[in-house]
Each structure stands twice: as C-alpha cells, then as structure tokens.
C-alpha cells in the first residue's frame, strides 16, 4: 500500500471546495456557540482521512489561501503551513489505519495536533512575538512572560494549550461523519480500490 | 444567499485595474519595509494604502477589517508592554501596571507589520472580484482544475450557510439548547455539525457527476466568455512597484557596505 497515492479524478476535485466549506462553517459555529476553540480544520481533516495526505495537504494549504486572499482574513495567509501539515497528518494516520476505531482517532488528533503546534509556534513568534489569539493560550503566555521564561517556550505551551484540544475535538466529529458515510460515496476516493472488470 | 467574498462593484478606477496590478502592490508594501528594516518604511506604506483606499471609495468598508484584528494587536501591546524579556527603561505607569520602553517598540513594530499587510490586501480583496481574479490567472497557465476548486468555494460556502441555518432551526424546534454555560454549548457543535457535513460529503458525489458529464476532464482549450479591457495606469504602476522593491534592496546592501 503507497502512503501517498492519490487519485486526482473530478470526485476529489470536488471534495477539495467541499471540505473548504466545511472548515469555513466549523469555525462559524465555534463562532455562533462562543466556544473557544478555532475548529476551522474539520474539513481538512476530512479531506486527508478520505482522498490521502495529498488531498489533505492541498485541501489545508487551499482553505487558508483562498480565504486569505478574498474575505479579507490575511492573519490566516501565514498560517496555510500549520493547515498544511494538518491535512497530512490526518491523511498518514488514516491511510496506516488510525482512523479505524474510537482510541485510534483520539491518536490521530493528538498527532494532529502536536503537527499543528510545532509549525505554528515558530510562525507566532515570528509574526506575533508569541501570542495566538486565543483567550485561553495567551492566558497562558502571559503567565509564562510575567514567570520570565523564554518566548519560544511560552508560545509553545500557549499553542499546546488551544491546539491538542482543539484537534481532538475536531477529530472526534471527523470520526463520527466518515462512520456515518454510505460507502458507495467513501469509495470514490479510496486510492487503493480495485475495479472489478466483469467483461 | 450571501457572499463570503467582501467585493462590491462600486465602479471607482480600483475595480478595473487588473488583478495582477494589485498583487504587485501587495508584494512591494509588504517586501520593501522588511528590505529596508525601518519604522517609518511600514509608516509610508500604511499612509500609501489608506490613500490608495480612500480614492478607490473603500476607507469605510476597511473598518471592519480593522476591528477584527484590533483586539489581538491590544493584548500584544500589554502582553509585551508589561511582560517582555528585554524590558528594562519604565515608560509610564497605569495604577499598578508598569509599561515598558523596550516592549512596546517591539509590539509596535508587530502591530505595523501587520496593520500594513492588512491595508495592501485590503485593496486586492475588496476591489476584485475572486472570479476575476482566477479567470485572469487560469489565462496565464494557472491551473484550471485548481482555478475550479477556488470558484465553487465561493459557491458552495453560501450553500452551505442555508442548509446550516436550516438545520440549526431545525434542532433548535426540537429542543436543543445553543445557549448557556460552556458544556451546553459544547454539547450542541455535534449534533449542528454533523447533518450539514454529511449532507455535503453527499452532494459532493453528484456534483462530481454533473462536472464529468459536461466535459471537465476534456483536454481542449477553452474559451473565456468575458474579455476584459486594461487600465491605462497598469503597466506603469506594475513597473514602477517593482522598481521600488529593487531599489529598497540596493539601499540595504549599500546601508550594510
């Protein structure tokens, strides 16, 4: 089995908007339910889970740009490196059969997340001098400040703080869509099917 | 339906300059104050682009833009201004806060930085139509199956965003608290989320249909349907942008000699 094989047919062309959408409507809802967690990875988690870490890398890299560059969010511009990294991470995991029962998945979203912390923490530092944002992470990071520790340790705990959460949540509900699926759909993607000749 | 795009027609001269014209702005108002490494470089442009907004009618749909990352710029400026490693000269004193000098240099440098960058995209976003932009792009060898994927997103985010209010009025009707402490809330993000996801995934197999049968894998060249006329200002604008960048680079390499 190649970790990397991807079918680029018109149905995974039309998962990749799909999935955008997605990650656009779960950080509208953390948005709506005053949750304080981002959720904006749903869709590209989806994505890499069903078309690979190559669907997942461009359905990450893609949401971020698009939306950087035409609904005005360019603090997200930057951030297309840590979506990236998600998408093929969630992609990995679920092609070595991580996304298979309930445990499995919270492996998937801790991996995820530690993915989306390590190359989001040298981002933060270098655009926002360590802060995220987040309520909660730079609580955290002004604790570590005021503690006098170094920058790059306090943004990395600031970022632990919101992003293992954040993705474990996210792959929760991931886990529980790709169970609901019917398989005529899931098979669409699945880069390692065989076709059947009967002629 | 509404769009997530932020482009209004307004007709000011900033809509019919090309795409490409724009993207030039972008990169030379982010480069060059970082080539230079000076205060008032980020200064300069931020004053460029609030006057290229101005005449293009837009300074009062910036508003929002700024809103929306002012309150993360504030807590760097007391996160830095209080809290930074290099803190040492005392600047003033606010009940039992103490700012410092050091911090809030540093903080203004980030807060300039990012100020800038919002205003220079302020201009692409808000005066270009996303379709435009990616028509134009496709013409000069972009790839049209991503060009594809960039459109339907436009399209298919407002989809959703009616299907989403469906099915919150929905759960709501039948009970489901949205409102209250933290765990009620957090309770109800599955059962909002996960019709409208699934019912996407689903319509996505059909619209993969429909894009085959019209011919979206043929290999033939395709034809625009609208031609668009160029500004007279984009040639020189696009060059004079990219003079400016060379000669911030030349100033910082004589600067270092």
Redesign the interface.
């Known amino acids: 089995m190649n970790l990397f094989k991807t079918k ?4 995974t ?6 999935c ?3 990650n ?3 950080k ?3 948005s ?5 967690l981002w ?1 904006d990875s ?2 590209t988690c ?1 994505g890499g889970c069903l078309g690979g870490p190559v669907i997942g890398a ?1 359905c990450g890299a ?1 949401n971020n740009l ?10 997200t ?1 930057i951030y297309a490196l840590t979506s990236l990294g998600i998408g093929v991470a969630a992609g990995i995991m679920a092609r070595l059969g991580f996304m298979k029962s309930f445990p499995k998945a919270l492996l998937t979203a801790v991996v995820a997340g530690l993915v989306a912390v390590l190359i989001s923490t040298p981002l933060n530092v270098i ?5 995220t ?1 987040n309520v909660w992470g ?1 609580m955290v ?2 604790a570590t ?2 503690a ?1 520790m ?2 790059l340790l306090g943004s990395l705990l600031d970022e632990i703080v919101v992003d293992v959460p954040d993705k474990i ?1 996210t792959l ?2 991931v886990f ?2 790709l169970k ?3 398989k ?2 899931t098979a ?1 993607y699945d880069a390692n099917a065989k076709v059947e000749r009967l002629d | 339906m509404k769009s997530i795009s932020l482009y209004v027609d307004n007709g000011s001269w900033l809509c019919r300059v090309h795409p490409f014209t724009k993207l030039a702005y972008i990169v030379t108002a982010i480069s060059v104050p970082l080539i230079g490494g000076t205060l008032w470089l980020f200064a300069a442009f931020i004053a460029l682009s609030l006057a290229v907004l101005a005449s293009g009618h837009l300074l009062r749909r910036v508003t929002p833009l700024v809103a929306f990352s002012f309150t993360i710029l504030i807590t760097i400026f007391l996160i830095h201004g209080l809290f930074n490693q290099n803190n040492q000269t005392p600047l003033f004193q606010i009940g039992p806060l103490r700012f410092y000098q050091e911090g809030l240099l540093y903080a203004l440098r980030i807060g300039c930085n990012v100020l800038n960058m919002l205003f220079s995209f302020a201009i692409l976003v808000l005066s270009t139509k996303p379709s435009e932009l990616v028509e134009e792009l496709e013409k000069r060898g972009f790839s049209r199956r991503i060009g594809y994927i960039i459109i339907s997103v436009f399209q298919i985010v407002p989809q959703m965003m009616g299907t989403m209010s469906t099915i919150t009025d929905a759960q709501r009707s039948r009970g489901m608290e949205t409102e209250g402490n933290l765990l009620t809330r957090a309770k109800a993000f599955l059962p909002l989320i996960s019709p409208v996801v699934m019912s996407a995934l689903i319509n996505t197999r059909e619209r993969a249909v429909a894009l085959e049968v019209r011919g979206f894998a043929a290999k033939q060249k395709k034809t625009y349907l609208a031609d668009r006329t160029p500004h007279r200002g984009d040639k020189p604008i696009t060059i004079a942008l990219l003079a400016l960048i060379v000669l911030a680079a030349g100033w910082r390499i004589a600067q270092c000699l």
């Not at chain 1, 680029?8 to 149905?11: D, M, Q, V």
């Not at chain 1, 062309?13 to 799909?18: C, D, E, Q, T």
């Not at chain 1, 698009?66 to 603090?75: C, K």
């Open positions: 680029f047919n018109a149905a062309i039309v998962l990749i908007p799909a955008i959408g997605i656009y409507l779960g509208m809802f953390a709506l339910l005053k949750l304080p959720l749903i869709g989806i461009i893609a698009i939306y950087g560059f035409t609904a005005g969010d360019n603090i511009l655009f926002w001098g360590g802060t944002g730079d990071f002004a400040q005021a006098g170094p920058v949540i929760i509900v529980f869509v609901g699926l019917p005529k759909l669409l």
